[in-house]
């Protein structure tokens, strides 16, 4: 029978694409394997192949088509012998993204390449108006919506067009463009002295970038995960974060180590682990983990110019979410300063980075219950924004922390600690803590679903502690 | 810098640096006499650190450098202004060579606020950025991607200066260090490892912790060429490391010089030494102290007579002095300086 040809996924996240360029013309015989058509995302670009042999009875979908969802149907396969022109199969799933993608069709890799059964529902322009408290941007300020990820780019080539000294370094940065498109452009604009392609070899490159800002440089060290920088962990902590004290104020390491953190959907324990807490336990570091386009620009352009050792936390499902960032010249947001993204009265939910979007829908829902929540996006891990939530905690007298990390020893735990010495008079309920499950992330899309929190927990848990 | 060294490479034997120089370097009564005050300085001074350690004094971890003079003397000798040493935690003889001041080096042992890190680093972990020396590192092998760093931006400014990057036996078969070499060697940074073959990682000769005892060889698998020096005659050590700091300020990349040495002491103070015999040690300090050996050739060309020697002894044993005086007077940090320099 004929078979649809579905638009595949590049990667896990991916949930749009553009439909490059057609190989094929309708009534061509193909055979598994031939190459039917070229797609594109704003990360890469594939070659979506035949996995059926006939043929092609009708291209559904045009050359140059933009946002193409996953899983829509671009073609019609025809079986030997069948009519060339007849109607195309069942239906493929909703093209949302969210269920499996089926392997029947054009799909490039049967394997590991299907859409993002992901919990968190990543939408491709949240564009989150203009923030409640944000005193780094003026009233009136002219806005442009723009990804994450071009607003890191933005601020790496700012950067680096006003200071020499800023360097790039990391596996795929310069000739691949970045394994997720970060440092897209910046090998041509500043050419291979500055953006460096490394080998595979973290602890290494690590150590290297140190030396080179004890040297008087400021690397941007780019790990392609968070995950593979435990192999560089010695060095962030033993060599980055402790030498400007042993050395009693001499030495200094201005250098930003940046990548993504945390869970990106179906990519199981050894590439889903969030961080931030690891990182903010160390005195000497200080940890960032923006949320929205702005603040990735603004806080990536004060941490290259931070005269110590930076970890910033990217999330790789972030990076394809719009926001509005202000057009202003030199745009920085202050490291240490957390922001309320939604006021509110009673009860104050606080997040960083991906949790963000379970605080502000779980807000959306519980304004739904006449629950008036105030949300507090972190943005800086450590040094910790505690005066802001004490003051938050001091009007609505409840608090719930977000985050995808792990429970034990979190940053929800450590939240919890300072309300306890800070503002215990004020606390009218036990803080609740919704975190990732105390589990290594499970591969299967069911369970990595339950792994991580959703906006159920943290609607109940802001419910609970208000005694709803 | 990545694409443009991406480009093959057709050598496949083991590079030899090209123009190896004369084995032995001859000294004139200047650098002899210099050398011999350096060298007794380093001695004397760890001498009294050792003396010190046993009083009580000092504290913690301390590793002493006796028996390996040689080898950072020699290798300053060929240092410009401008070049970065750095090095692991048997360090103190890099800062007195270095030129840094003993009082300020013992200090940090005594852990008083005169010290060079204001008595928060200790023994193991001193730097000075006045005199380019990056530490002073504790953990074994880490300053080895740090030194390559270092020499990654002299390479980005283009500045002509070279990193001489130390670590011993034990810390060459740590894995940052092949990550290194690669890197150094891809990117043709000026950097000359120099590794101080002591003989032994702590308490583990290296016939019982290195497949290849050949040290010089380490690099191979990278094409970084390597020489195997008499690290206990400081004139070799000075030739070497003058033809090593040239190949690299050539644009060369990185050459390795494996340093044969010895040290007379245990690892650390605490280290009474039951893995080798006391024979195997008076018999190198019989016949291969380093600084007995200038001692015995100045003597014998009488460029320099008993007289003058004992000059140059007291004057060293006086500055030691001072230097552990000052160590033991000076005062305790201020306790605000606990809450300091952990961030600028």
């Excluded at chain 1, 780094?136 to 990804?147: L, R």
């Excluded at chain 2, 583990?204 to 690290?231: H, M, W, Y």
């Amino acid at each position: 029978m004929a078979t649809n040809v579905l638009m595949p996924a590049l990667s896990p996240t991916m949930e749009h694409g553009k439909l490059t360029k057609w190989l094929k013309k309708e009534g061509d015989k193909v055979k598994s394997g031939d190459i039917l058509a070229e797609i594109e995302t704003d990360k890469a670009t594939m070659e979506v192949e035949a996995v059926d042999e006939g043929t092609l009875a009708k291209i559904l979908v045009p050359d140059g088509a933009d946002n193409v969802a996953v899983n829509t149907p671009i073609a019609v396969i025809a079986g030997t012998g069948e009519d060339a022109t007849m109607e195309p199969g069942p239906s493929a799933p909703p093209a949302d993204g969210r269920k499996n993608a089926s392997t029947e069709g054009g799909s490039p890799q049967s394997d590991a390449k299907t859409a993002a059964d992901s919990p968190l529902a990543p939408e491709a322009a949240s564009g989150e108006p203009a923030q409640p408290s944000a005193p780094e941007i003026p009233a009136k300020t002219a806005m442009a919506t723009m990804t994450v990820r071009e607003a890191l780019r933005d601020a790496m080539a700012e950067e680096m067009r006003r200071d020499d000294s800023v360097f790039v370094i990391g596996e795929e940065v310069a000739e691949y463009q970045g394994a997720y498109k970060i440092t897209q452009g910046l090998l041509q604009e500043f050419g291979e002295r500055r953006v460096v392609d490394t080998p595979i070899t973290e602890h290494g490159f690590a150590g290297l970038g140190i030396g080179a800002a004890m040297g008087g440089l400021r690397p941007i060290v780019e790990f392609m995960t968070f995950n593979f920088a435990m192999q560089a962990m010695d060095q962030i902590v033993n060599s980055a974060a402790k030498t400007l004290y042993m050395s009693g104020g001499q030495m200094g390491c201005p250098i930003v180590f940046r990548g993504p953190n945390g869970a990106a959907a179906r990519v199981a324990a050894q590439h889903s682990q969030d961080y931030a807490a690891w990182y903010s336990h160390i005195p000497g570091l200080k940890v960032v983990a923006p949320y929205t386009a702005a603040d990735a620009k603004g806080l990536l352009k004060s941490a290259i110019r931070d005269p110590n050792p930076v970890i910033f936390l990217e999330n790789e499902i972030l990076y394809g979410h719009s926001f509005e960032v202000p057009q202003i010249d030199d745009f920085l947001v202050p490291i240490g300063k957390a922001r309320i993204a939604r006021e509110g009265r009673d009860v104050t939910i606080v997040s960083f980075s991906i949790g963000m979007v379970y605080a502000l829908k779980a807000a959306a829902e519980l304004e739904q219950a006449g629950i008036d929540a105030e949300v507090i996006d972190l943005r800086t891990i450590r040094p910790m924004d505690s005066a802001l939530i004490v003051e938050s905690v001091k009007k609505t007298g409840r608090c719930v922390t977000v985050e995808e990390g792990w429970p034990q020893s979190g940053v929800g735990a450590e939240i919890c600690a300072r309300l306890m010495e800070q503002a215990f008079d004020y606390l009218d309920a036990p803080v609740i803590r919704i975190a990732g499950k105390d589990v290594p992330m499970p591969y299967a899309a069911n369970l990595e679903k339950l792994a991580l929190p959703n906006v159920e927990e943290v609607v109940a848990a802001a419910k609970a502690v208000c005694y709803r | 810098m990545a694409a443009a060294s991406s480009s093959v490479r057709a050598e496949a034997a083991p590079r030899k640096a090209q123009n190896a120089p004369e084995a032995i370097a001859s000294f004139t009564t200047e650098e002899e006499l210099a050398a011999y005050r350096q060298m007794l300085l380093i001695r004397r001074f760890e001498e009294k650190a050792g003396q010190m350690y046993g009083m009580g004094l000092i504290g913690g971890f301390c590793h002493l450098y006796i028996g390996q003079e040689a080898v950072v003397v020699g290798m300053m000798m060929a240092a410009r202004e401008g070049d970065q040493t750095i090095t692991g935690y048997r360090d103190h003889g890099h800062m007195l060579a270095r030129g840094m001041d003993p009082k300020g080096v013992m200090a940090e042992l005594t852990g008083r606020r005169g010290g060079l890190s204001k008595g928060k680093g200790g023994s193991m972990h001193m730097f000075s950025k006045a005199s380019q020396f990056y530490g002073g590192h504790g953990i074994v092998g880490a300053q080895v991607p740090l030194g390559t760093g270092l020499a990654f931006a002299d390479r980005y400014r283009n500045n002509g200066n070279v990193s001489f990057t130390y670590f011993g036996d034990g810390a060459a078969n740590q894995g940052q260090v092949y990550e290194s070499f690669n890197m150094a060697e891809l990117w043709k940074l000026p950097v000359v490892y120099v590794i101080e073959n002591n003989r032994y990682a702590m308490g583990t000769s290296v016939t019982r912790s290195s497949a290849l005892t050949d040290f010089s060889k380490r690099g191979q698998s990278f094409n970084i060429p390597g020489e195997q020096i008499d690290g206990m005659d400081v004139r070799a050590v000075k030739a070497a490391a003058l033809h090593a700091a040239e190949w690299c300020r050539a644009g060369n990349g990185p050459i390795i010089l494996e340093m044969q040495t010895y040290r007379y002491r245990g690892h650390s103070m605490s280290d009474p030494a039951k893995y080798r015999s006391k024979e195997e040690v008076q018999k190198m300090r019989e016949e291969h102290d380093p600084i007995e050996q200038v001692r015995a050739r100045l003597l014998a060309g009488k460029q320099a007579s008993e007289e003058d020697l004992k000059a140059i002894d007291a004057e060293i044993r006086a500055i030691v002095a001072q230097a552990a005086d000052f160590a033991s007077h000076d005062l305790e940090p201020d306790p605000a300086e606990l809450w300091t320099d952990v961030y600028k």
